[in-house]
């Protein structure tokens, strides 16, 4: 058992906390919400500078072979930060379909240059209907010679406006529910046939609906195996949700501790609100939220590369539980006890809140993953014989 | 004890209904039900209605333009108007500035602002809270200093709710800096136009411009404008809060808010079912139906008790309607972005223009998540739950 980071992770942990320190302010920020990409090109230089881009991705493919560790560390400082830079779009997701899922060929064309920060990637697959079923695909993929020919409308995707290549996922075979039978494309964002909208989040970031019309992808560019993509589409959406984790405890530690210095700094009734104990209980109860949601970041992360899929599952949907409450807890508190001012757009509170709010809509809410652990029994073990 | 309204009191429910059925215009009664914003020109006209046909102010008394309806008839006038759903009358005028006019006013101040307020031809907003005074009201800095016929006010109010559309504020000003600090607190009301004041907007979480910070820089405003005696504004801010609190349950609004989170339940899908059909979601639900059922029966024992309270002090139990009320219309504006599920994430509801291109997601997810960051200003205004609590130990326990 170590909770303890290597020398080198401490060492990333310090780079990245002081690039974001330095780089990263709250006012720094709105400027970067307001250039055309709504994120800012020279924080991403700066990202692949400290070899971020590259963090996951094996040596072969110009990667630094970094684990979920490394990614943790990262997303927690981005949190802390509310970065706004494509990087669980890219690298996460994007990076993780094609590490996991390309050809060799396609692996080492495009690796390297997502590593290099060069082509940025996204991941169309939510669909209208689909609430937060990830099997539940209706766009279509119909063999067309070698390759296939994708029809079908994907919405919010992350960051999918700048995207230069798009994970696509459609079906192939099945019920529109279906696990099986879903294949997953790599698609030039710039193909016939592909039309994009995109548009702000509540949180500050981007999203895009992206449409697609009889687009042709080759052979090559099929991703995992045809007809049978969902098993991996489970795992790489774990690590999202395992570096999402990260983020929203970033977020989290951030807002809380704010809000405690706030509550030492303000005074009403001639003393710092902080000698209040009603407001002393509740910061405490936001700091066992935060901690629980931490310790469940921490087993997300350690477990999202679990092989045996059902004990990965089970942690990823627990983690996921935890941050959407802990979220609540933490986001709710930190804007009550601050007052008005937590509620104005030019506090960073607000923003922190937004962020952890909207991280628990993303691959299912605390209550789709709490009925997910129940259907699959719970994580603490079976009942015991009486 | 009988639940049952009488046969006059559901005769009453009746005719109002029917007469907002009637009247409420069809653009507006829309924009409640899909959770848009009204513009200034919305409630003006409902309040015009209103004052045509003698409902604007049924709550003051009659010869201040008053219906001498009893609690209860209050009571389901305004459920009913919450219910329509229609906006409800500024409270900074009928519910603020109004009453404590009637009650602490010279008769040449009630004949001036009176029928202003009933007719909404004065639009106005509530200078209390400052910088460095909130929940500590009392506090405040800002300062009257009286020049002959003339007080002349400097400092900064903020969190002014709709000072961009005013037309008048009522400030607590501090007039004398030796007394204690509710002994020196005088109650002024202000012409927006005169020189000397500047608005600055301040936007919420949601993106939406409500509130604003006021400056006075050397306002000269004419003595006549003082409510009350000199020092004596603290009387008056008492009694208004006391007032603000009590209207805060808005048991009527969150009925038609649950409403509404069944309409847009029954039309997301979750699986192969509506969202409704989801037992997890539907005990969601009626969890906060069950709250709000119980806050309606408390509100009722209120009001009844109304009946036989003397004096017009508010019932110290107001901090439970106020405390209950905040939460579970917090809870339901949590439930009803939570049905959208993922279409929180768009940041499509523009306040001033609406977004023309069509929308992302369903028609009705725009405003929800927006709604649920705004509406976290309901424990912190008004007095905040924390400070309600307080009372209810103080007034109530007698802790
Ligand atoms: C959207 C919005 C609209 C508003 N509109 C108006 C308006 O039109 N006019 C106007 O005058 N004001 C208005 N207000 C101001 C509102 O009344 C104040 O925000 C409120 O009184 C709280 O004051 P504050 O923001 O300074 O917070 P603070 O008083 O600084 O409170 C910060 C935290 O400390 C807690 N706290 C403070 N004192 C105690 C105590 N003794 N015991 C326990 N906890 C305590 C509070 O509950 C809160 O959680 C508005 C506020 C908002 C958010």
Redesign the interface.
């Known amino acids: 058992m170590d909770f303890e980071l290597s020398d080198e992770q401490r060492l990333l942990k310090d780079s990245v906390e002081r690039l974001t320190t330095q780089r990263y302010d709250f006012e720094t920020r709105k400027k970067f919400m307001a250039e055309p990409d709504g994120w800012s090109r020279a924080m991403w230089k700066q990202y692949v500078d400290l070899g971020l881009t590259a963090l996951p991705f094996a040596e072969e493919h110009g990667g630094v072979g970094g684990g979920p560790v490394e990614t943790m560390i990262v997303m927690e400082a981005f949190g802390r930060a509310l970065a706004l830079e494509p990087y669980l779009a890219t690298v996460v997701l994007g990076g993780g379909f094609l590490a996991r899922g390309a050809s060799d060929a396609v692996k080492g064309e495009l690796l390297p240059k997502v590593a290099a920060g060069e082509t940025l990637l996204a991941f169309a697959h939510i669909e209208r209907q689909a609430r937060y079923d990830l099997a539940d695909v209706a766009a279509t993929a119909k063999k067309d010679g070698a390759g296939y020919l994708l029809n079908g409308e994907k919405s919010l995707a992350l960051h999918g406006d700048v995207a230069d290549r798009l994970i696509v996922s459609a079906r192939l075979s099945g019920d529109q529910r279906s696990k099986n039978g879903i294949g997953l494309f790599l698609v030039d964002a710039k193909a016939a046939g592909v039309s994009r909208r995109g548009y702000p989040t509540m949180d500050g970031l981007r999203a895009a609906e992206i449409s697609l019309a009889n687009v042709k992808v080759g052979a090559d560019d099929v991703i995992g195996e045809p007809g049978n993509a969902y098993p991996l589409i489970e795992r790489v959406t774990d690590s999202a949700i395992a570096a999402l984790a990260a983020e929203a405890v970033g977020a989290m530690g951030a807002m809380h501790e704010i809000t405690v210095d706030y509550l030492k700094q303000r005074k009403q009734f001639g003393v710092p609100i902080g000698n209040f104990q009603v407001l002393q209980h509740r910061a405490g109860d936001m700091l066992i939220a935060l901690e629980q949601a931490r310790s469940m970041a921490m087993l997300a992360t350690m477990m999202s590369e679990e092989e045996n899929a059902a004990e990965r599952r089970k942690a990823i949907s627990a983690a996921k539980v935890q941050i959407g409450r802990s979220g609540k807890i933490v986001g709710q508190g930190a804007i009550q006890l601050h007052g008005g001012i937590g509620m104005t757009m030019e506090y960073k509170v607000g923003h922190y809140f937004k962020r952890v709010t909207m991280i628990d809509t993303m691959f299912g809410d605390a209550d789709h993953h709490l009925a997910a652990l129940a259907r699959m029994g719970g994580i603490v073990g079976k009942a015991s014989a009486s | 004890m009988d639940l049952r309204f009488t046969p006059e009191e559901n005769a009453f429910r009746d005719e109002v209904r029917t007469f907002f059925k009637e009247n409420l215009p069809d653009g507006i009664r829309k924009k409640a039900a899909e959770g848009i914003r009204y513009v200034k020109e919305d409630i003006v006209t409902w309040q015009r209605i209103l004052n045509k046909k003698g409902w604007a102010v049924p709550h003051w008394p009659k010869e201040y333009g008053g219906t001498g309806w009893s609690p209860v008839q209050l009571y389901i006038f305004k459920e009913e108007m919450q219910q329509a759903p229609a906006p409800e009358p500024l409270p900074f005028g009928t519910m603020m500035v109004g009453p404590v006019i009637i009650a602490f006013g010279r008769e040449d101040q009630k004949q001036k602002y009176l029928p202003r307020i009933r007719n909404l031809d004065d639009w106005w907003c509530q200078g209390f809270?400052e910088p460095?005074a909130?929940?500590?009201l009392a506090?405040l800095k800002t300062s009257a200093k009286r020049e002959g016929d003339h007080y002349i006010i400097n400092g900064q109010k903020?969190?002014t709710t709709s000072a961009q559309y005013a037309d008048w504020i009522f400030v607590l000003c501090r007039t004398d800096t030796a007394a204690k600090k509710q002994e020196g607190i005088t109650f002024i009301l202000v012409d927006m136009k005169t020189p000397g004041i500047t608005v600055r907007p301040?936007?919420?979480?949601d993106?939406s411009h409500e509130?604003n910070e006021v400056f006075f820089d050397d306002v000269k405003v004419p003595v006549e404008n003082r409510i009350y005696e000199e020092n004596k504004g603290w009387d008056c801010a008492k009694f208004l809060l006391g007032n603000e609190r009590s209207g805060i349950a808005r048991v009527g609004a969150s009925k038609a808010q649950v409403r509404r989170l069944k309409e847009i339940a029954s039309m997301?899908?979750?699986?192969?079912k509506p969202l409704i059909e989801d037992e997890?979601?539907a005990m969601k639900i009626a969890a906060i139906e069950v709250e709000l059922k119980a806050l309606e029966m408390t509100q009722l024992r209120v009001v009844a008790a109304e009946r036989t309270r003397k004096g017009n002090r508010p019932d110290p139990a107001s901090s439970i309607l106020k405390i209950k009320g905040s939460e579970i219309q917090q809870g339901i504006s949590e439930l009803l972005m939570?049905a959208i599920?993922?279409?929180?994430?768009?940041?499509?509801f523009r306040h001033d223009d609406r977004w023309n291109?069509p929308p992302?997601?369903p028609d009705y997810a725009p405003p929800l998540?927006?709604q649920?960051?705004n509406w976290?200003?309901i424990?912190?205004?008004g007095g905040?739950?924390?400070i309600q609590?307080n009372i209810i130990a103080k007034a109530i326990l007698g802790l």
Not at chain 2, 268 to 272: A, L, M, N, S
Not at chain 2, 341 to 348: C, N
């Open positions: 809270s460095g909130g929940s500590d506090s903020t969190w301040i936007q919420t979480i993106g509130v997301e899908r979750i699986g192969d997890r979601f939570e599920g993922p279409y929180a994430l768009p940041d499509q291109e992302v997601g998540a927006p649920y960051f976290r200003k424990s912190i205004y905040s739950n924390e609590k």
